[in-house]
Antibody, heavy 117, light 106 residues
Framework: QVQLVQSGAEVKKPGASVKVSCKASGYTFTSYGISWVRQAPGQGLEWMGWISAYNGNTNYAQKLQGRVTMTTDTSTSTAYMELRSLRSDDTAVYYC??????????WGQGTLVTVSS | DIQMTQSPSSLSASVGDRVTITCQASQDISNYLNWYQQKPGKAPKLLIYDASNLETGVPSRFSGSGSGTDFTFTISSLQPEDIATYYCQQYDNLFTFGGGTKVEIK
């Protein structure tokens, strides 16, 4: 079965960077894109960006352009999301999701990133 | 960017009630619209894709309709396990989520 397993919770200081991983299994990794979605405490879902696991093409949300980088390692079927210059309002649960033609039928378990001095 | 306006932001209904949530896109998105259910502390779950198609394994009391800019999500008979927050999501141009609708039992 399709599984996306994310890395563990992180605590970072303002201005630091964080890199979250998402290891896929149960399907051909390069046949699907991976999107990253975050959710601040008590808030709704925010789409952050998408990466093609086939060729590495990316699309990022405009508000995160310049601070976010999404990559993949096809040898380990793992996607990564790096967010730089962290601020307190980046505190959120970060999810990866497999993109099946625009629909997210499989999600990771979520990674809590806390930004605090 | 395409904006998705979801309403209401919350609702309270009785078990067995029909529940309707609407989602309006800021521009025509054809049928490129999905609906998700999220329970506290859990990842979202896909319920409806392409505006009206029921994801495999999802109970038939859930349904979706609409195209263009106006979409509707319906629970035909609310069950206690349906307590959750529901989100619409467009994928016509990149991806955008609606603000969510929290459904509670009266």
């Amino acid at each position: 079965q399709v599984q996306l397993v994310q890395s563990g919770a992180e605590v970072k200081k303002p201005g630091a960077s964080v890199k979250v991983s998402c290891k896929a299994s149960g399907y051909t990794f390069t046949s699907y894109g991976i999107s990253w979605v975050r959710q601040a405490p008590g808030q709704g879902l925010e789409w952050m960006g998408w990466i093609s696991a086939y060729n590495g093409n990316t699309n990022y949300a405009q508000k995160l352009q310049g601070r976010v980088t999404m990559t993949t390692d096809t040898s380990t079927s793992t996607a990564y999301m790096e967010l730089r210059s962290l601020r307190s309002d980046d505190t959120a649960v970060y999810y990866c999701a497999r993109d099946s033609g625009g629909s997210y039928s499989s999600w990771g378990q979520g990674t809590l990133v806390t930004v605090s001095s | 960017d395409i904006q998705m306006t979801q309403s209401p932001s919350s609702l309270s209904a009785s078990v067995g009630d029909r529940v309707t949530i609407t989602c309006q896109a800021s521009q025509d998105i054809s049928n490129y619209l999905n609906w998700y259910q999220q329970k506290p502390g859990k990842a979202p779950k896909l319920l409806i894709y392409d505006a009206s198609n029921l994801e495999t394994g999802v109970p038939s009391r859930f349904s979706g309709s609409g195209s263009g800019t106006d979409f509707t999500f319906t629970i035909s008979s609310l069950q206690p396990e349906d307590i959750a927050t529901y989100y619409c999501q467009q994928y016509d141009n990149l991806f955008t989520f609606g603000g969510g609708t929290k459904v509670e039992i009266k």
